[in-house]
């Protein structure tokens, strides 16, 4: 188990160069009423992460949150470090301007362009601080977790899904240290089951929320 999360709708607009590769509409809010929670024995140890998203990609020194969220082509594979901006496999990310006060008003719309009919990965970048994800000298991926549901994809969505955790990397200080969450496909774990795809002029959501043990 592992994993902690935010709730997000996406919405992709626009056509891409390549005028066969007309986009479809994805929309992203940020929620708090998330109902999932860690499926584990002492639940009461799980405490759900904040949810404010940094600005710029910067969420703060000694402070946790949402770096950037991400819809990523499906031949991406840099998990394990921070993921380029000028990346070509990003379709979509947050603008970096804005901040989530928690109080269920949705985002702005990511940016970027998502093409139909193609397939594409979820990441939710977080910033954990050491009070939250650091024990015996070291930070510990076993002490997060993000869960993630989606709705309304064209093939299938992810149900109550546990996200995937990259390998830690530098945060803003050296009290914060960041993780990327990701989903490959509606049942996690490795790319090969349903992939996620949008159809042409249609939305899907996707809910994430984030934990830390305590």
Known sequence: MKEKGKNFKKTAFGVLLVAFMVSAAIVTTVLTNMQDKPDVENVLEWFEAPMVLGTNNTVGAGTSGIVDI?????????????????????????????????TGAP?????????????????????????QAYDGGAWNASRVKAVMNTSDCQDGNANTVWMVEGSWYAGDDVNTQRINFYLLDIDGGADDGTAFQVAIDSTFTADCKIYYKG
């Open 107 to 131: 985002h702005p719309n990511l940016e970027g362009t998502t093409p139909y009919e193609t397939d594409f990965h979820i990441c939710v970048v977080y910033q954990f601080t050491k009070a």
């Open 70 to 102: 991400y819809i990523l082509n499906d031949a991406f594979s840099g998990w394990n470090s921070p993921i380029d901006e000028d990346d070509a496999n990003i379709y979509e990310e947050t603008n970096g301007t804005f901040v989530d006060d928690e």
